[in-house]
């Protein structure tokens, strides 16, 4: 048991952390050249990328790929 969680809390744990911040920036940036999206629509997305970061980004990007279709 040690092992894993001391593979989490190292080495995965900050390739995890890398990743979950690169597809968060990735959201915010998309979210700001995105000129479909009005203003206020804009500082939801932000907001709601901000507070809930994993599952803001994941329903963005899922949502804006469906809309692009």
Do not use: E
């Amino acid at each position: 048991m040690y092992l894993i969680t001391s593979a989490f809390g190292g080495t995965l744990g900050l390739i995890f952390l890398t990743l979950w911040g690169l597809f968060s920036l990735y959201a915010l940036i998309s979210v700001l050249r995105n000129h479909n999206i009005s203003g206020g629509g804009k500082m939801l997305w932000i907001i709601t990328i901000i507070v809930i970061p994993i599952f803001g980004s994941l329903i963005y990007v899922f949502w804006h790929n469906i809309r692009a279709i």
